[in-house]
């Protein structure tokens, strides 16, 4: 297919990817035979799941209940399970593209070998968009227990114009600065120490999550249930989206593609593994942090968990516990949604969507360096100057788009290319596909208008920037050129 249309719509296949069965329609490009380093193959099924963990819980049950209660009070039970279910959906979607498209590029590597470059672009922009924004939002989060921890260890707390951005009545949030450099250095060292790492933090925070609903089940009250849904139906719906901000962490699980063994298998295991485990902690935190405080309680309330179980024995060290778990938690959080950010631009940086420094790897730490170097300074820029509600519905609606788009993919596949091996198959084809578009859909019309208008200014600029930049530096338009010169 010849001219513009050819071009948005030209396919391809993750350099590397088995191909048996592939049609000819999409590209497979050959993997070079050189000296130029690439990522390395060393992480196990269970420290995968450990990242889909990690990158998920503490997202947001560490903070995110103080903006999600007062949106659909104590119905924001039937708000987690709907994120949850839109999630589940998805994540079976994502395990058969896994399962037969294993690549770092995740989602955005799926879209480009189902539905063309121009799809895939955008799902690129919206991963972007997701990983970058929702580290930044956990960073903010993570200066609530901080200054929490300092101040009940030791009576200090970084000044409150240092603690806040500015929309928020602050200069900068410096403490969510300092984390995004500390999982910066952490990058650095490499995939399989950033993965072990995370695997240890993660039984941290699930034992301190544990802790936390033991103590506020003690003062659990059934009355703070018996007006369930104040604002009814369409709470309930504003509150989904919200929440959706803390299972992104799940998508970093197939941005591993290059660095897992055995991806085809290992990794639909790590996602239906770490959904399971997410769902379980999420709901039981949930329940017991409702039941321990009344839902009035909850709104504009700082370091919320830690703020329930000291009211609940009424003694700081609960609270000091909690902060600490926090502390850590959140830290794996920033650390596994920057780890997917450079695994996503490092895919976009081989096809050549975006500059090639991004796909630039070190040949001492096999990891992209340039590139975690980009991503850490707009981290840190966008968790030091704004504040947390906005950041969280941004990278929900970010998510949502991606997720929608993979569930369209599993069906585009299957019909162009049904003869591909698929290690793991959607059960409930093609229903299953087919609801976790409708659903994805009506999480994100639940979103506040200004979140769906910014989220159309940064398309906007997205797809301008290929239209006048990554169409014509394509690694697919180079290979198109090169035939044509040769004919």
């Known amino acids: 297919m010849s001219g513009i249309r050819g071009q948005l719509t030209r396919r391809r296949m993750p350099a590397g990817v088995t191909t048996e069965g592939c049609p000819d329609s999409i590209v497979q490009v050959e993997v070079e035979e050189d000296d130029r380093p690439a990522l390395k193959r060393s992480m196990s099924t269970l420290q995968l799941t ?18 999600a209660v007062p949106e659909a009070g104590p119905a924001v039970l039937v708000s987690f399970l709907i994120a949850a279910a839109v999630a589940g959906l998805t994540v079976l979607c994502y395990a058969e593209l896994a399962s037969t498209i ?4 995740s989602s ?3 879209t480009y070998a189902t539905m063309g470059e121009l799809a895939a672009f955008g799902v690129g922009a919206c991963l972007i968009l997701e990983y970058g924004v929702s580290a930044a939002a956990v960073a903010v989060g993570w200066s609530e227990y901080l200054n929490l921890l300092l101040d009940n260890l030791f009576g200090i707390r970084f000044p409150a114009e240092l603690s806040a951005a500015p929309d928020a009545g602050g ?8 984390l995004v450099l500390m999982c910066m250095a952490l990058l650095m060292r490499g995939a399989s120490e950033s993965a072990r790492a ?13 802790v936390f609903a033991a103590i506020a089940f003690t003062g659990f009250n059934a009355d703070h249930f018996a007006n369930f849904a104040p604002e009814g139906f369409r709470g309930i719906s504003i509150a989904a989206g919200s929440l959706f901000f803390s299972f992104i962490g799940l998508d970093a699980v197939a941005t591993t593609g290059d660095e897992v063994k055995d991806p085809k298998k290992t990794i639909p295991r790590a996602l239906i593994f770490a959904l399971g485990i997410v769902t379980a902690v999420y709901l039981i935190v949930a329940l017991a942090a409702l039941g321990a405080q009344a839902p009035g309680d909850f709104e504009g309330q700082e370091a919320s968990l830690a703020s329930i179980v000291q009211g609940v024995v009424g003694s700081t060290w609960p609270g000091t516990l909690l902060a600490v778990g926090a502390v850590i938690s959140i830290f794996s959080v920033t650390l596994i949604c920057m780890y997917g950010q450079t695994r996503i631009l490092y895919s976009m940086g081989r096809d050549g969507l975006v500059p090639s420094v991004f796909a630039k790897v070190s040949p001492k730490r096999n990891v992209p360096l340039i590139n975690t170097f980009i991503v850490s300074g707009a981290v840190a820029t966008l968790a030091g100057m704004l504040p947390l509600g906005i950041l969280a519905d941004m990278t929900s609606i970010g998510t949502l788009a991606a997720f929608g788009l993979v569930s369209i993919g ?4 299957r019909k162009t290319a049904p003869d591909m091996h698929r290690g793991f198959k959607v059960p409930g084809y093609p229903v299953t596909p087919v609801l976790s578009v409708a659903a994805c859909i009506y999480v994100i019309s639940g979103l506040h208008i200004a979140t769906l208008q910014s989220f159309a200014v940064w398309m906007a600029i997205a797809l301008t920037f290929y239209f006048l930049w990554s169409r014509k530096h394509s690694e697919l ?3 198109q050129r090169e035939a044509e010169y040769l004919h």
């Open 477 to 479: 338009a180079r290979l």
């Open 50 to 67: 450990m990242i889909g963990v990690g990158g998920t819980v503490g997202t947001g049950i560490f903070f995110i209940l103080s903006e």
């Open 198 to 210: 995370n695997a240890l933090m993660v039984f941290i925070k699930v034992g301190v999550l544990g």
């Open 171 to 178: 200069v900068i949030n410096l403490p969510a600065v300092i």
């Open 108 to 110: 955005y590597s799926y």
């Open 410 to 413: 599993v069906m585009v596949l």
């Open 102 to 105: 294993p690549s770092s590029g």
